[in-house]
């Protein structure tokens, strides 16, 4: 970043996380190529939001649960907290 660019920071509170989509503009190709993923690891999360209009970190949370690495994730967080 240079001198000249700003940043913006806006806190959201708990129950505003879970409607947050698509990271910092995730390119419809990047929905594309998730879509494309949860049909093929995931298939009943994906028929239950394949008309979603943005996946959201939830759906991708229920995606990994469904394709057994929900787990791992868990047990990830637990040994490598996030700060």
Do not use: H
């Not at 995730?26 to 949860?38: C, H, I, N, S, V």
């Not at 649960?65 to 040994?79: C, S, T, V």
């Amino acid at each position: 970043m240079t001198s000249s660019q700003s940043t913006t920071i806006t806190t959201l509170g708990l129950d505003e996380l879970g409607t947050v989509t698509g990271g910092t503009g995730a390119p419809a190709k990047g929905q594309a190529e998730l879509r494309q993923l949860a049909a093929q690891y995931c298939p009943a999360t994906y028929a239950k939001f394949q008309g979603a209009a943005q996946i959201t970190r939830p759906m991708g949370e229920r995606c990994l649960d469904e394709a057994g690495l929900g787990m791992f994730k868990g047990r990830l967080d637990q040994y490598f907290p996030k700060k």
